[in-house]
């Protein structure tokens, strides 16, 4: 009988295992998006990530910062020396288009609490330039919203199908 009790549990432990109704979860697959409007007035690095740690590092702390400007064919970089954005920042960023990637590197010193020594440190960030409006605001009833995005998205469906058959 013991055996038996043995043998059923090990058929049926991997039947229940396997059998197991598997959940799963839907994530955006921008997870880091950044909208194109936001990079034209961005002036420090928590404008392009507004989860970048502003007060965690001094000004003293910052060692170099660089961001990447990456689409299908290049890459452009420009180089800053803390959490302000310079002026070649500041245009890299104007020259986004929506799809291109934005990735920032920033290094900063930082304090090893055991050691006491100070020790260089790099954040990176990614995202994906997005656009600003969105099919949210046709769901929401924000008509000036719904609006804008429809004439947006309009226009351009007009001039790529302009483009696709020219009229002789």
């Not at 920033?106 to 090893?112: I, L, T």
């Not at 919203?145 to 199908?161: F, G, P, Q, T």
Request: aromatic share 6%.
């Amino acid at each position: 009988m013991r055996h038996f009790i043995i043998l059923f549990a090990c058929i049926s432990l991997p039947l229940a295992l396997i059998s197991q109704n598997l959940g799963f979860e839907l994530q955006s697959t921008y997870s880091k998006a950044v909208k194109e409007d936001q990079l034209l007035h961005a002036q420090n690095m928590h404008d392009i990530n507004p989860g970048y740690p502003q007060n965690w590092i001094g000004e003293e702390d910052y060692i170099s910062s660089e961001i990447k400007l990456i689409d299908d064919k290049k890459v452009i970089k420009a180089q800053g020396n803390n959490n302000i954005l310079n002026a070649d920042q500041q245009s890299l960023l104007k020259m986004a288009e929506i799809g291109n990637n934005i990735d920032v590197e920033v290094k900063y010193y930082s304090e090893n609490v055991v050691t006491k020594e100070r020790v260089i440190n790099t954040m990176d960030s990614d995202s994906k330039v997005v656009d600003g409006l969105s099919i949210i605001s046709l769901l929401t009833g924000d008509v000036l919203s719904s609006e804008i995005y429809l004439k947006k998205r309009l226009d351009v469906s007009i001039k790529e199908l302009k483009a696709r058959h020219p009229q002789n």
